[in-house]
């Protein structure tokens, strides 16, 4: 089996999640392999999201062993600089692999050889080949909203709508705290809202006008302040049961009023989805990448 942690550049199942295959026969690419699990991320790098990498490697590497002979995990080549340092190490510490293959051009991988070696895990360094070519970002993005507009197309997508109370929100705040009346809201905040909620730790409020925003933000009370309109297009993960992702989805709205999303998502039968996780990637009406948001955005 193969688990496919690279979430920009993607070979099984679309960016932004972690894709895992069952390989039964000889394939030229891993474009080629059928995700047969995922876990969704939410973002197409790593950083600010190194908590649901490491999950997610590990929840599939475990599931895909399962089985099978060997399980390869393909991981992201950030490999520079603190953030990338710690999702390595922390990745490999988590699924304890057998074997680590590092591929490197000149010695830049000697601190993690060292470091996994130090904490018991067996590894073999080995040169990258010089016919590999390092992308810039312009081609990695491009390679990503292929990717994306490859996934939607191909597999066709349907407009659905989705109840909230039976597949609620989930890797934040809003959609979880007591709703607020717009009097109630407005009588605290001294604003017109379009939605608020309380929670022991403050107010999320959704507001009217954008200009509102930069008060609000500062407002004492408020734990998060976002702009009416903030959920069109975000990318977002249908999951199981289990967490795991059945399928990815764009927002239409979330009417959180009413308590449902409507979505346009490849999946045609919503009946498993159980849970709703909004992601940090806003993709336009062609299902190209159009804004990366900051962590903890929405």
């Known amino acids: 089996a193969v688990v496919d942690s690279d979430v920009g ?51 599939l590497a475990s599931r895909m ?21 710690a999702l390595k190490l922390y990745k490999a510490d988590a699924v304890r692999p057998r074997l680590t293959i590092l591929l490197e051009r000149d010695g830049e991988l000697t ?37 994306f507009q490859a996934h939607f197309k191909r597999r066709g997508v349907v407009e659905a709508s989705l ?3 039976k597949a609620p929100l989930v890797g934040g705040l809003l959609g979880t705290g007591r709703r607020l009346s717009g009097e109630e809201a407005e009588a605290k905040l001294g604003v017109k809202v379009a939605y608020c909620e309380e929670h022991p730790e403050g107010l999320v409020v959704v507001v009217e006008d954008p200009r509102d925003l930069a008060r609000l933000k500062e407002a004492s009370g408020v734990v998060k302040a976002l702009r009416r309109g903030f959920d069109e297009g975000l990318l977002a993960g249908l999951l199981d049961e289990e967490g795991l992702l059945l399928e990815v989805a764009v927002v239409k709205k979330l009417d959180l009023g009413r308590g449902v999303a409507r979505l346009v998502t490849p999946l045609r039968d919503l009946s498993k989805v159980r849970a709703l996780k ?12 159009v804004e990366r948001l900051l962590p903890g955005a929405v």
């Open 163 to 165: 109840e909230l109370s």
């Open 9 to 59: 550049q993607s070979s099984i199942g679309p960016p932004a999640t972690i894709g895992a295959a069952r390989l039964t026969r000889p394939l030229a690419s891993l474009l080629d392999a059928e995700m047969e699990v995922g876990y969704f991320v939410g973002s197409t790098t790593p950083v600010g999201h190194l908590l649901p990498m490491v999950v997610g490697v590990e929840r």
């Open 278 to 289: 909004l992601g940090s990637i806003r993709l336009g009406r062609d299902f190209e990448e």
């Open 65 to 85: 062993a399962v089985g099978c002979d060997a399980v390869l995990i393909d991981t992201t080549g950030m490999v520079h600089g603190g953030v990338a340092r």
């Open 111 to 147: 601190w993690l050889a060292r470091q996994l070696e130090a904490m018991g895990l067996e590894t073999r360094r080995v040169p990258a080949s010089p016919w590999v070519k390092a992308r810039d970002r312009g081609d990695r993005r491009m390679l990503r909203e292929r990717a």
